[in-house]
């Protein structure tokens, strides 16, 4: 008796196991799959990171913040993702992002100054460092950004409380 059990279980799970591998082929089979599969990796990063980091398509649209980018804003993640970056920020802002989306598209990485803005409209100062990430081919599979706020620093009244020197 204790033998049919014991192949009974492992029937069982013979079936769980295929059901799993036949998931897995259909994962694997579908297009985009390598594109997928690096970008699960990156979020996978940025969701345990303390730093705001945003990773972004070549049209600047948000394909993922991570928890630290949604505090800095004020924003849940599902008002964030699928939105334009123009949103979180001013026009002239967002004509230096699309300039730096054309940078990342060649390849080339970049740190500059920017301005977010919170859902409450406030202005945060912060400094991002943009990095293309592409597949093995060459395809841009997304763009990932992390953000430093600078609010302490352009902050006077702060920066005097405290005793800190501008760096700037």
């Known amino acids: 008796m204790n033998k049919l059990l014991n192949i009974k279980e492992l029937e069982t799970e013979n079936k769980k196991l295929k059901n ?72 002239v802002e967002f004509s230096n992002y699309q300039m730096n989306t054309y940078l990342r598209k060649k390849g080339i990485a970049g740190l500059y100054n920017s301005i977010l803005i919170k859902r409450n409209n406030d202005e945060i100062h912060v400094q991002l460092s943009a990095s293309p990430v592409f597949n093995d081919s060459g395809k841009l599979i997304c763009i990932m950004t992390i953000c430093t706020d600078l609010s302490l620093f352009y902050n006077k009244e702060i920066v005097k409380s405290h005793n800190i020197r501008k760096v700037f």
């Not at 997928?36 to 913040?65: G, H, M, Q």
């Open 20 to 91: 799993e591998i036949e998931k897995l082929r259909f994962y694997v089979s579908l297009p985009s799959y390598e594109k997928r599969a690096i970008f699960e990796v990156y979020t996978r990063f940025a969701s345990n990171s303390l730093s705001p980091i945003t990773l972004t398509d070549d049209s600047e649209k948000v394909l993922y913040a991570n928890p630290a980018f949604c505090k800095l804003l004020d924003y849940k993640p599902e008002e964030i993702i699928s939105k334009n970056l123009r949103q979180f920020t001013n026009r």
